[in-house]
RNA sequence: GGGCCCGUAGCUCAGCUAGGUAGAGCAUCUGGCUUUUAACCAGGUGGUCGGGGGUUCGAACCCCCCCGGGCCCGCCA
């Protein structure tokens, strides 16, 4: 059974599963492993028949913690500001939503479908005042939770709940001196004293106080989080006590996962430069690639992601998983056909679809329609037009092989007088087909037999009789289809290049 | 100091909470196909399952101890 349907096997009634990403940053490859085990999950509760729900939570109230490399230095005097009232690093807009937005865009590409809550939101319409209030009336319970569960120590001062400061607009520099529902006075280093409305975004609750808080007010059954947060003492630890003895709430199901790391570059983080952006990886790979990545892992282990060769093989495992979906491969593999349903974003049939490494290939080959239409075709594509998805697909395919593909899979012509060495057999063959070159039917299969009976005549082995074509015209040693391939280029272009190769 | 994950074929991994003769894909090699989706078909090479103890008739799997790799553990997320 997949991972997600064995984790909701237990559950009963209606669920709310909880997914939360800051917008500190570019959202990158290793976020998405939790709003994509969260949406596994989801998927799995529904087609279990219970109702639910899938939230997730946008922290954009959380203060900017430093300036990240990818910032400007000026940046330096909005440390400490909430993500919402930080202008965008570029254009319009601010900082949460600059980062927010391509993540969105990249979740409509891969088809998750959620509920998108910003905290900020929660915050200025005063659904956390109620909790603000019960967390302030019991601020000595909460600070020996923190300390008993954490093992850390709390300074004197501390309190539950961080005004913001309405003069320096900084989360992190205030101290609370007094609290009456619903105002809470503070001092803040900047020597401003005033108050907050705790039932407007005026102030926040730390996060291990915030997180259970959420838990309360949306009612959050499960929630997918990182193993950091599931650390002994961590904020799971001190969250489930606080929800139990502070808001008299279960905390939600936990389901910890692993994190992605970049191949050869260790764990993914925006604020090391170490990441691959989730708007980048969908340029670059078909879109249900990155729901296959973590669909087929279980959460518990690692992830190695590789965008190079890696990617691809990625990419033929999932055609593998779709090919044995189809029925058009036998496998004992129990949950290959349920971690393809859970990584397709749309439906997929056999005339549709074209594997990637075909593509890769076609791509350089062919750079018009008609000519990549009948190569589909012979291929088994059963449209009469490239669709739109597969249009799509191309435009990945070719990022792909711009950015990350590996020169072995890459070709393209060599200029009519580049040097290359043949041997005085190797020229007979291609003189012979220089003869009647000019004269034959200019289409793939009299190409191709044409160099086959050239081959055979001389008594050429036709693997380096083929590989004396390739040399001379892309300078490697194997290529495409060779009828196809010299069909589709100018005549006159090939006859020009083979002369001067044999002259 | 505490905790989690991983270590199984050259590579990526499955198998481990039902203990019963080591698996898949890729790569590689051989054969086939009047050689081309760098394809396909058939077959082969390739692993003392990180090491050592223990439990057991029997351990990749359960227990203990090591070794190696990765990650997390103030605040913030």
């Known amino acids: 059974m997949h991972w997600a349907d064995a984790f909701v096997q237990d559950l009963a009634g209606h669920q709310t599963v909880s997914t939360g990403i800051s917008p500190s940053g570019p959202i990158h490859v290793g976020n998405m492993r939790e709003i994509l085990t969260g949406n596994f999950i989801y998927v799995a509760s529904r087609d279990r028949g219970l109702e639910t729900r899938f939230i997730y939570l946008c922290d954009d109230m959380d203060p900017l913690r430093k300036v990240y490399p990818f910032l400007d230095k000026s940046y330096s005097s909005y440390v400490g500001r909430p993500l919402y009232k930080i202008p965008a690093p570029q254009g319009e807009g601010t900082y949460s939503e600059y980062f927010l937005r391509p993540f969105l865009d990249t979740l409509d590409t891969i088809n998750v479908k959620v509920e998108v809550i910003r905290t900020s939101n929660l915050y200025r ?22 300390e008993e569960i954490s093992g850390r120590d709390i300074e004197e001062n501390w309190s539950p709940y961080n005004p913001i400061c309405e003069s320096c607009g900084r989360i992190s520099t205030t101290s609370v001196t007094s609290y009456s529902f619903p105002y809470v006075e503070y001092s803040c280093k900047c020597g401003h004293t005033g108050r907050s409305d705790v039932r407007k975004d005026q102030g926040k609750l730390p996060w291990r106080i915030e997180w259970p808080a959420k838990w309360k007010i949306l009612g959050v059954t499960v929630e997918p989080f990182g193993k950091d947060h599931g650390a002994p003492g961590g904020s799971y630890d001190t969250g489930k006590a606080i929800a139990e003895k502070i808001f008299g709430i279960s905390a939600p199901k936990p389901m910890i996962y692993e994190r992605i790391l970049l191949k050869g570059k260790g764990a993914m983080h925006s604020s090391t430069g170490i990441a691959i952006p989730a708007s980048e990886m969908i340029r670059v790979a078909p879109p249900q690639i990155l729901r296959f990545l973590i669909a087929r892992s279980q959460p518990g282990r690692h992830i190695d992601f590789d965008p190079g060769l890696g990617l691809l093989n990625l990419i033929d495992e999932y055609e593998r998983y779709r090919d ?160 196809y391939f010299l069909s589709n280029l100018d005549r006159d272009w090939v006859m020009e290049r083979l002369k001067r190769a044999v002259s």
Not at 125 to 144: C, P
Not at 335 to 347: H, P, T
């Open 125 to 146: 319409e005063g659904k956390f005042a109620e909790a603000i209030d019960v967390v302030m009336k019991n601020s000595q319970q909460i600070r020996s939770i923190l």
């Open 324 to 483: 044995i979906y189809f029925g058009l491969e036998a496998s004992d593999d129990d949950d290959a056909k349920r971690i393809y349903e859970l990584s397709r974003v749309r439906e997929e049939r056999p005339g549709d679809v074209v594997s990637f490494r075909h593509l890769i290939t076609l791509l350089q080959i062919y750079h018009d329609d008609n000519g990549l239409l009948s190569a589909l075709k012979r291929g088994g594509y059963t449209h009469n037009s490239i669709s739109g998805d597969l249009r799509a697909e191309m435009d990945v395919a070719r990022s792909w092989l711009d950015t990350y593909g590996p020169e072995q899979m890459k070709f393209t012509l060599l200029p009519p007088d580049a040097p290359v060495e043949l041997g005085e057999s190797e020229k007979a063959v291609l003189k012979e087909f220089l003869q009647t070159g000019q004269s034959m039917k200019w289409d793939a299969e009299s190409i191709h037999n044409r160099i086959h009976e050239i081959l055979r005549s001389g008594n050429t082995d036709p693997k380096e009789g083929f590989s004396i074509f390739y040399r001379v015209l892309i300078g490697k040693t194997r290529g495409p289809r060779l009828g």
